[in-house]
Antibody
Framework: QVQLQESGPGQVKPSETLTLTCTVS??????????WTWIRQRPGKGLEWIGC???????FYSQSLKSRVYMSMDASENQFSLTLTSVTAADTAVYYC?????????????WGQGTLVTVPS | QSVLTQPASVSGSPGQSITISCTGS?????????VSWYRQYPGEAPKLMIF???NRPSGISNRFSGSKSGNTASLTISGLQAEDEANYYC???????????FGGGTKVAVL
């Protein structure tokens, strides 16, 4: 059974950089065609796809966040990370990491529990 | 403003069937079979309920079914139970640079 666990700071100051890490257990991130994904949910709002990464290094990012987002992977640690620069209060959200079962097509079969990141206004 | 449009809320009595719609465009739902549905309880992570329009992951009750017609996908919950009360989200692969888009979510209430 694949399990994902997000880790990172609970609070980031405006204009600073947010970095979150997702640690995967139960299977290697470097196997197969699966993409490893970040999704966020602002308080009381819906889900927003941020982007995803494949172990080959291929990444896809949301058009709306593309200029501020970077994703990386450390296969030796079975982890992948999200970096979001120049954060504002609008980036306050629960951030989830998830596994996309089929080639970055949006079929998220395993999720982390989520981590709340607050950016004070 | 979500790319995919879902009703804000749907309700039904125990035992009834309800259907949640998810309307997109020719850039997403209308052109691809990568439509998924998720159930989310408050304070929890979403859970995959349907993938590829109408397929259920292992362990998901056959009370949940999915379909698609044109630019609209639908999730039907039959034999509504109290435990079905939750938020439901659809998503789809899209041809745009943003590869995956979500609906705004539908709150299901069991009366």
């Amino acid at each position: 059974q694949v399990q994902l666990q997000e880790s990172g700071p609970g609070q980031v100051k405006p204009s600073e950089t947010l970095t979150l890490t997702c640690t995967v257990s139960g299977g290697p991130v470097s196997r197969g065609g699966r993409y490893w994904t970040w999704i966020r949910q602002r308080p009381g709002k819906g889900l927003e796809w941020i982007g995803c990464i494949h172990h080959s290094g291929t990444t896809f990012y949301s058009q709306s966040l593309k200029s501020r987002v970077y994703m990386s992977m450390d296969a030796s640690e079975n982890q992948f990370s999200l970096t979001l620069t120049s954060v504002t209060a609008a980036d306050t959200a629960v951030y989830y990491c998830a596994r996309d079962a089929i080639a970055a097509a949006g079929e998220f079969d395993f999720w982390g529990q989520g981590t709340l990141v607050t950016v004070p206004s | 403003q979500s790319v995919l449009t879902q009703p804000a809320s749907v309700s039904g009595s125990p035992g009834q069937s309800i259907t949640i719609s998810c309307t997109g465009s020719n850039s997403d739902i209308g052109s691809y079979s990568h439509v998924s549905w998720y159930r989310q309880y408050p304070g929890e992570a979403p859970k995959l309920m349907i993938f590829e329009v109408s397929n259920r992951p292992s362990g998901i009750s056959n009370r949940f079914s999915g379909s698609k017609s044109g630019n609209t996908a639908s999730l039907t919950i039959s034999g509504l139970q109290a435990e079905d009360e939750a938020n439901y989200y659809c998503n789809s692969f899209t041809v745009s640079d943003t590869r995956v888009v979500f609906g705004g979510g539908t709150k299901v209430a069991v009366l």
